[in-house]
């Protein structure tokens, strides 16, 4: 199950594990995969400003759907 659509900026991404994290507006962190990047690149800077989605994955929220705003 996802929710709508929520702001923030990246502040981590390891390009050889795939794996971030991007801080919501409120301050939420939240961890997203590459394969997460909406543009299919699997490839994002840090400190690029992001609109993505929220999905529920073992029991934790996490980023998808990941798109520069």
Do not use: N
Not at 1 to 6: D, E, F, I, K, Q
Not at 18 to 29: H, K, M, N, R
Request: net charge negative; proline share 3%.
């Amino acid at each position: 199950m996802s929710t709508g659509a929520v702001t923030g900026t990246v502040t981590a991404f390891d390009r050889q594990v795939g794996l971030g994290e991007v801080q919501a507006g409120d301050g939420t962190v939240y961890p997203f995969h590459c394969i997460e990047i909406a543009d299919g690149t699997r490839d994002i800077a840090v400190g690029t400003d992001v609109s993505f989605g929220l999905i529920c994955k073992l029991g934790r929220y996490e980023a998808a759907g990941v798109q520069p705003a």
